[in-house]
T-cell receptor, first 117, second 116 residues
């Protein structure tokens, strides 16, 4: 079955450590996204990528970094500079990239819940 | 800039009764509008979208939504709610005129609780 795989499902880290969240898709989608979900705040865009080797900052990129070396993969690193990293992180993809029509829905993974203590 | 408002944090409805989840949006141009549903500790699942054409859009699981341009609204509806519809619902918008790819802006979510 095609889909988006996020791993791990739960992740625990000590404050001050960097941590990388994995996102892999086999849908052959051009565009990939990272969202952060906090209670009562909906989803906020961290980074997105419309094509391999290119990505753009979203609304809350500070303290995060990404790479897009392969079409299938879009890992997110939560750095020690992120002041409040505990959250539910969602990766998504869509078949539209490069400033296309934008009317395709996003396909989401099942998320990674990160807890930093 | 584009934005979405979901004015109700939670909606309670009895099983079998109609369900409505409200959404209003703001864009500078014409909107693409989407509804998603989220079950606990899962990702979002696409329900339906409005792109153009008929203002009444039908989607998955018996849901529909009505686009109202004058009121800038896109309320989600289901004629007869099921207990299994209990979940978190998100409205999302994208301005057609925005050049920066397929970025969606999400509302804060509305929790739906359907009681037997």
């Amino acid at each position: 079955d095609g889909g988006i795989t996020q791993s791990p499902k739960y992740l625990f880290r000590k404050e001050g450590q960097n941590v990388t969240l994995s996102c892999e898709q086999n849908l052959n989608h051009d565009a990939m996204y990272w969202y952060r979900q906090d209670p009562g705040q909906g989803l906020r865009l961290i980074y997105y990528s419309q094509i391999v080797n290119d990505f753009q900052k979203g609304d809350i990129a500070e303290g995060y970094s990404v790479s897009r070396e392969k079409k299938e993969s879009f890992p997110l690193t939560v750095t020690s500079a992120q002041k409040n990293p505990t959250a539910f992180y969602l990766c998504a993809s869509s078949p539209v990239g490069g400033g296309g029509r934008g009317n395709s829905p996003l396909h989401f993974g099942n998320g990674t819940r990160l807890t930093v203590t | 800039a584009q934005s979405v408002a979901q004015p109700e944090d939670q909606v309670n409805v009895a099983e079998g009764n109609p369900l409505t989840v409200k959404c209003t949006y703001s864009v500078s141009g014409n909107p693409y509008l989407f509804w998603y549903v989220q079950y606990p500790n899962r990702g979002l699942q696409f329900l339906l979208k409005y792109i153009t054409g008929d203002n009444l859009v039908k989607g998955s699981y018996g849901f529909e939504a009505e686009f109202n341009k004058s009121q800038t609204s896109f309320h989600l509806k289901k004629p007869s709610a099921l207990v299994s519809d209990s979940a978190l619902y998100f409205c999302a918008v994208r301005d057609m005129g925005e050049a920066a790819g397929n970025k969606l802006t999400f509302g804060g979510g509305t929790r739906v609780l359907v009681k037997p």
